[in-house]
């Protein structure tokens, strides 16, 4: 297993690292009250080549493997963690995009996604489907050449931001479950789509929210994958960019250490720096012990895919571990600080913020841990 990369990779990583710490980061706060990512900033980083890196060159993404992608998104994270959603949803839904659409029409929306001109979401959850993800109840009827779409995804990410979204409907019945299920891509403009935000205590910038369907039409020729394959396509989407989402949080938990590294030798109490206390340098020690561990089975997770080897019940492992301890290192960076870290000087209380909903949304700790469990049972089956 090597992590090492060519010239060329390690110049994107770079140059995405010097992005993240002078376009990024001073905005972070600014891009909350907001609540919206500029839409030339994604243009910015479509131009750049930070938009779906790994998605082949035909489709306007550079080819480079998902190890980099992976490090890419990382450095966006770093400098913000919201923006960086727009990498992961940019790579999990260009994948789908590349493999499975059929129509010039779904291949020119990837290009403009990956351009940065447009921006894209993943419409799969719905009020009675969470963790339950194949109980869709969102119906795509077929109607001579067309379906027409009806029914609410809820708790979507870029919701109100998105040109475009994949959504997940029903084509079968409800007793097929998953095999019920299909993938189709829709414009946000369309006839019959209505859209909310919600307000929630993180990621505002995100935009989560609701996206209602009143008899949308869709040609079939939207449809992404064969009829009935839908849900198939998402799973093995998700195994991806549950890795990506350790990297995000990892990112997230690297600038708070070295935040907090950096405060502890300026601040000094009874006539020493912080730094000489084992007291204080201890919990951040521990701190990066966890950070490098989790860093390194994400990054191990991704060679697994780039090797075309299995990698399910790893990508959980990062999928429940990443946010977590993300939280847990940025909440001990907080008390480093003492009441300063407290205050809204620092980005600690909106990176926890942020960080958190990733402990729900995508797929939560305890449904990551039935994956590992029903993983290993087969690894192991007598």
Not at 158 to 170: K, L, P
Not at 208 to 216: E, H, K, L, M, Y
Not at 301 to 315: C, F, I, N, R, S
Request: net charge negative.
């Amino acid at each position: 297993m090597e992590f090492s990369l060519s010239a060329e990779q390690q110049a994107l990583v770079d140059t995405a690292a010097k992005f993240a710490k002078n376009r990024l980061a001073p905005s972070y706060r600014a891009r909350e009250k907001a609540e919206c990512i500029e839409r030339e900033l994604i243009a910015e980083m479509g131009e750049m080549g930070f938009l779906g890196p790994e998605i082949p060159e035909e489709f306007g993404g550079m080819g480079v493997d998902c190890v980099t992608s992976g490090l890419l998104l990382e450095q966006i994270a770093y400098g913000d963690f919201n923006v960086s959603y727009v990498n992961l949803l940019t790579s999990l839904c260009g994948h789908i995009l590349a493999t499975y659409g059929r129509s010039t029409e779904t291949r020119d929306w990837l290009t403009e996604v990956i351009a940065g001109r447009k921006a894209i979401a993943i419409a799969l959850t719905e009020p009675s489907a969470g963790s339950d993800a194949a109980n869709l109840k969102l119906k795509a009827s077929k109607d001579g050449d067309d379906y027409i779409l009806s029914g609410e995804k809820t708790s979507i990410s870029m919701a109100t931001q998105s040109d475009v979204a994949v959504v997940f409907a029903r084509t079968g019945t409800t007793e097929q479950r998953a095999h019920g299920i299909s993938a189709f891509l829709v414009p946000m403009d369309q006839p019959g789509i209505t859209r909310t935000q919600f307000d929630d205590i993180g990621t505002r910038p995100v935009g989560r929210g609701s996206i209602f369907f009143d008899g949308v039409r869709v040609p079939k020729s939207m449809m992404l994958g064969e009829e009935g394959q839908g849900f198939v396509q998402v799973m093995h989407g998700f195994d991806y960019s549950r890795a990506l989402i350790g990297l995000q949080c990892m990112g997230v938990a690297r600038a708070s250490l070295d935040e907090a590294w950096r405060y502890v030798q300026e601040r000094e109490a009874f006539g020493k720096p912080l730094s000489d206390f084992q007291g204080v340098t201890f919990p951040l020690a521990e701190a990066e012990t966890f950070y490098e561990g989790c860093r390194a089975l994400c990054l191990r997770t991704l060679w697994l895919k780039d090797q075309g080897l299995p990698h399910t019940a790893e990508a959980a492992m990062c999928k429940w571990w990443g946010p977590k301890l993300a939280c847990d290192i940025i909440h001990q960076c907080l008390l480093t600080h003492g009441h300063g870290g407290y205050g809204a000087d620092y980005d600690f209380g909106q990176r926890y913020r942020d960080v958190m909903g990733l402990q729900i949304g995508d797929g939560t700790a305890n449904i990551m841990k039935m994956i590992i469990g029903r993983q290993r049972v087969k690894d192991f089956k007598i």
